[in-house]
């Protein structure tokens, strides 16, 4: 069975405050792991895809990378519209996503 | 405007009541999806759709059922046999395997 574990699960930054947020996964030959931001009371919005070890992609103060066991969403000098929950899901085999529990990140100004 | 549409946007339910939420996507997506996300863990597949007609269980499919008539649409029925159904439903689509994208949500509450 595929697993995502995401942390932390909270995250407070003062503006301008750079940090990581982490995921690591176990799955049955990974097709595809995807980053999505989630604000409070809607859906899901894509950022990135990653689909090899090494691979990164970049998007605004956002920046994601992939190893083979985990991946890490950086943000630099974030803003306080930054703040959101961040998901992690990967896609296996049977390409099905299999979701992590998110990071809510506060950013403070 | 390409999207996906969700309604209604709040949804109370009485107990030995069937309801359905609704799901329209003008994207031309193949394939659609229905997630429950609840306080504190990942989203949880209940249902997914690569083609018309055609319709697959997901990991926690007891207590729902779907249809895909259409391309465009895949309605989720949460029916009384669903015994803890307060939660946020998200129905998503895509091209197949690629990544998915979101609707807004609907909120189920059980009064």
């Known amino acids: 069975e595929d697993q995502v574990t995401q942390s932390p699960e909270a995250l407070r930054l003062q503006e301008g405050e750079s940090s990581s947020l982490n995921c690591s996964y176990t799955?049955?030959?990974?097709?595809?792991l995807f980053w999505y931001r989630q604000d409070p009371g809607k859906g899901p919005e894509f950022l990135f895809t990653?689909?090899?070890a090494g691979e990164e992609k970049e998007k605004e103060r956002l920046k994601a990378t992939l190893t083979k066991k985990e991946s890490f969403l950086h943000i630099t000098a974030p803003k306080p519209e930054d703040s959101a929950t961040y998901l992690c899901?990967?896609?296996?085999?049977?390409?099905?996503?299999?979701f992590g529990a998110g990071t809510t990140v506060t950013v403070r100004a | 405007d390409g999207g996906i549409t969700q309604s209604p946007k709040y949804l109370f339910r009485k107990e030995g009541q069937n309801v359905t939420l609704s799901c329209e996507q003008n994207l031309n997506h193949d394939a659609m999806y229905w997630y429950r996300q609840d306080p504190g863990q990942g989203l949880r597949l209940i249902y997914y759709s690569q083609i018309v007609n055609d319709f697959q269980k997901g990991d926690i499919a007891e207590g729902y059922s779907v249809s895909r008539e259409k391309k465009e649409s895949f309605p989720l029925t949460v029916t009384s046999a669903q015994k803890n159904p307060t939660a946020f439903y998200l129905c998503a689509s895509s091209q197949l395997y690629n990544e998915q994208f979101f609707g807004p949500g609907t909120r189920l509450t059980v009064l």
């Open positions: 990653l689909y090899s």
């Open positions: 899901a990967v896609q296996g085999n049977d390409y099905k996503l299999s």
């Open positions: 799955v049955s030959g990974l097709r595809g």
